[in-house]
């Protein structure tokens, strides 16, 4: 396969793990920090800054972006942190969609969609998330330590009349926060005929080990409210690229529901993606702190060949079989998640 790389078009992955998983999904967070401090994600004091020379500089990212394309990676998505802080996020997605790359997501907490959206579907996303917790202002407030509701609710509104192709809703679930709510946000979603998802808290670092351990809310629990609500949700097959979310029909609308259960249903062996971090780290799991550094190989003179190589070999070697959140959680607690992107 690496014979080929740059040669011709690339039709199925070159990135392959030792038990039989390709990767064609990338995560790219493009900066650490955030305008957010969600209680679940950021410690109360917000985030550590990181200078300017140990992140990628954007023609960095273009280069990496270039080879994971030439390598089957045909879905990339931009987080954080916060993606639309990054002053550069539009050059950004237009180099995933100048390499070819056919699905090109951004994840976003929403404060900045209202004068982003249109920008973005301009460049090339077709595919959006956005984090809503709740629609209490005081329990966003809470949540996000300070966050406008009404912002985000406007940035959404920006986003469905900009006709971003697809629009989901992640509602991290917080049994105290928003255990009572689940019906209120999804009826929001089929208001607006999009998407949500519910995501169970993971023990990532020391902010979501904390909400894991007084906050934990499974998504069969969440499944439950919702289908007292909206009557029996019918379970759609999924595409191969949809990631991790156990996805189901609501009655006679058009919004689909979804579940992600890194805790209670673990979904690794499917796992097709893997993270570069703003500091050019590349993470083959969420759940652990080491990855192959890629930020010194793409300042030196290698090429982009040599660092393809080193890619292939790295997610080879490395790319673990599952997460450890159960088993070893001293692990996961050692992982910031702002660096990682979700």
């Known amino acids: 396969m690496l014979q080929r790389f740059l040669a011709e078009p690339i039709r199925e992955s070159a990135l392959a793990d030792q038990f039989g998983r390709y990767v064609t999904y990338l995560r790219i967070s493009v900066t650490e920090h955030c305008n957010f401090r969600c209680n679940y994600c950021s410690p109360e004091e917000g985030t550590p800054f990181f200078a300017r020379d140990d992140h990628l500089q954007a023609e960095e990212y ?190 006679a609308v058009r919004s689909q529901v979804g579940f992600i259960t890194p805790i209670s249903d673990n979904f690794c062996a499917t796992c097709n993606r893997v993270r570069l971090t703003a500091a050019g780290r590349l993470v083959h799991c969420l759940g652990q702190d080491n990855g192959l550094e890629l930020l010194p190989l793409i300042r030196g003179s290698n090429s982009d060949r040599q660092i393809a190589e080193a890619i292939i070999q790295g997610i080879w070697r490395d790319k673990p079989e599952r997460h450890q959140f159960v088993n070893d959680p001293s692990r996961s607690a050692r992982v910031f998640m702002m660096r990682l992107g979700g």
Do not use: C, W
Not at 109 to 115: E, I, M, T, W
Not at 178 to 200: C, H, K, S, T
Not at 208 to 236: H, I, K, N, T, Y
């Open 62 to 251: 273009d280069r990496l972006i270039r080879v994971f394309s030439g390598l089957g990676v045909r879905h990339m998505r931009f987080t954080g942190g916060e993606p639309l802080i990054h002053p550069q996020i539009l050059s950004l997605v237009g180099s995933a969609r100048r390499h070819g790359v056919g699905k090109i997501s951004i994840s976003t907490n929403g404060l900045l969609l209202g004068r982003h959206a249109e920008a973005l579907r301009q460049a090339g996303v077709n595919n959006l998330n956005i984090s809503l917790d709740s629609l209490d202002p005081e329990v966003f407030a809470r949540v996000t330590r300070g966050g406008d509701l009404q912002r985000v609710l406007n940035g959404i509104e920006a986003a469905i009349i900009a006709e971003i192709p697809r629009i989901k809703l992640n509602v991290v679930l917080l049994r105290q926060d928003n255990g009572n709510d689940l019906p209120a946000l999804v009826e929001y979603a089929i208001q607006r005929g999009i998407d949500i998802r519910f995501i169970e808290t993971m023990p990532l670092g020391e902010a979501g080990a904390g909400a894991q351990d007084v906050q934990f809310l499974s998504a069969a629990e969440a499944q439950q409210v919702v289908e007292q609500q909206f009557g029996p949700l019918q379970l759609v097959t999924r595409p191969a690229d949809n990631g991790p979310a156990r996805l189901y029909q609501l009655p």
